[in-house]
């Protein structure tokens, strides 16, 4: 059973700081996604990584994909209040597309 | 640009009523799920459909049915509701394609008295 675990759950940062949110899963996939949520809101799409070693930014954050290691990085720089949401890394169960999802991580950045 | 449009987005049940969601998708897209949302965890995949006219089970599957009867169209219904299926259910889609984004409604809310 694939298993996908995030940390922190829970992440209160200041403003023009940088921090790192984690994903580890369990099973060997070679998709995974990154979403955020606003409150209320549906789930937006920020990154898709296919492939090991595979990195992709987009304005302050940026998202990595280690396959041997089964773990996702998505790296906050220079933090913005505008910023402050739930994220949400899921893992393609390797076929149909269909998705095993973290907890997600409430981020609140706060001036 | 609709993408996925989920209909109705509020809805009250009384438990033992039934009720169908509406998901339509105007992107032409393949691959269809309906997944729910309960406080304090992620998203959990209910069912999908691969095409029009098939579906399967994922996660969670208990107490719903699904249709695809149109490709564009991916209905969830829920015989006779129970508490346990108060919850936000969210709808999405996507083509078979590798490197797809996958994208979502905007989430129905369903409380279950």
């Known amino acids: 059973e694939l298993k996908v675990e995030q940390n922190p759950l829970f992440l209160s940062m200041q403003e023009g700081k940088n921090y790192t949110i984690y994903c580890n899963y369990s099973?060997?996939?070679?998709?995974l996604y990154w979403y955020r949520q606003d409150p209320g809101k549906s789930l937006e799409s920020l990154f898709v990584l296919l492939s090991n070693g595979a990195v992709k930014q987009e304005g302050r954050l940026m998202a990595s994909l280690d396959t041997k290691a089964r773990l996702s990085t998505l790296h906050i720089t220079a933090a913005v209040h505008d910023l402050s949401a739930t994220y949400f890394c899921?893992?393609?169960?390797?076929?149909?597309?269909?998705?095993?999802f973290g907890k997600g991580t409430l981020l609140t950045v706060n001036p | 640009n609709a993408g996925v449009t989920q209909t109705p987005k509020f809805r009250v049940l009384k438990t033992g009523q039934s009720m169908t969601l509406l998901c339509a998708q105007d992107?032409?897209?393949?691959?269809m799920y309906w997944y729910r949302q309960d406080p304090g965890m992620g998203l959990r995949l209910i069912h999908y459909?691969?095409?029009?006219?098939?579906?399967a089970k994922g996660e969670v599957p208990d107490g719903y049915n699904v249709s695809r009867l149109k490709k564009q169209n991916f209905l969830l219904g829920l015989e006779s509701a129970a508490p346990s299926q108060t919850s936000v259910y969210f709808c999405?889609?996507?083509?078979?394609?590798?490197?797809?984004?996958?994208?979502f409604g905007e989430g129905s809310w369903l409380t279950v008295v």
């Open positions: 099973t060997t996939s070679d998709r």
């Open positions: 992107m032409n897209h393949e691959y």
């Open positions: 999405a889609s996507t083509r078979q394609q590798s490197g797809n984004t996958i994208y």
């Open positions: 459909s691969v095409g029009e006219g098939t579906t």
């Open positions: 899921a893992v393609d169960r390797g076929s149909n597309y269909k998705l095993t």
